[in-house]
């Protein structure tokens, strides 16, 4: 059964799905890329008119749409496009090993580990309860990027998220933190 759910971005929804989705984690996937991407799955998804983005995480799936669709269109497609495949198939949607994209020096280095160990443990649960994910890209001079994702990307409130929730946060928890900015 899938469920569906509202986010903060309307053109965003989350649906959620009792069984799992992905076992590799969060990962987006962006029409424009869509020559790139291998599963079939997720290749028919990005070719539904007006679907732009989609997001899969452990147990929900979000899409984000363009503004020429409405969601009474979309969202029975996509739940048929879910269902059909947990009809077929019992694996989740994604399951190949992750790579990790760290850079050796990253890897290594103490305050970078605080910055994962907050945003996995603080900020990414509540960024998926609104559907979207926070990946973290780098640290230098005091400055953390991120890449917001799923329905964050593009979001009317994500640069206050981002700022009053996000770096407030983190520079509570690693002292070395003064910034924190969107790739």
Request: net charge positive; with cysteine.
């Amino acid at each position: 059964m899938i469920h569906t759910e509202p986010t903060p971005n309307p053109d965003s929804l989350k649906f959620l799905s009792e069984n799992v989705i992905s076992s590799i984690g969060t990962e987006e996937f962006q029409k424009k890329e869509i020559s790139k991407i291998s599963n079939p799955f997720i290749k028919e998804l990005l070719s539904f008119k007006g679907v732009e983005l989609v997001l899969l995480s452990e147990n929900f799936l979000s899409v984000k749409k363009t503004k020429d669709i409405s969601w009474d269109e979309l969202k029975p497609m996509v739940i048929s496009h879910l269902n059909h495949y947990f009809e077929s198939s019992k694996k989740p949607i994604l399951t190949k090993e992750k790579f990790n994209n760290l850079d050796n020096k990253d890897k290594n280095n103490e305050v970078v580990k605080k910055i994962i160990e907050v945003l996995d443990t603080k900020i990414r649960p509540a960024v998926a309860k609104d559907g979207g994910d926070i990946k973290f890209k780098s640290f230098e001079d005091g400055v953390v990027k991120v890449e917001l994702q799923g329905s964050c990307s593009g979001c009317p409130s994500s640069l206050m998220t981002l700022k009053q929730g996000v770096q407030n946060l983190l520079k509570h928890y690693v002292k070395e933190v003064k910034s924190v900015e969107a790739v």
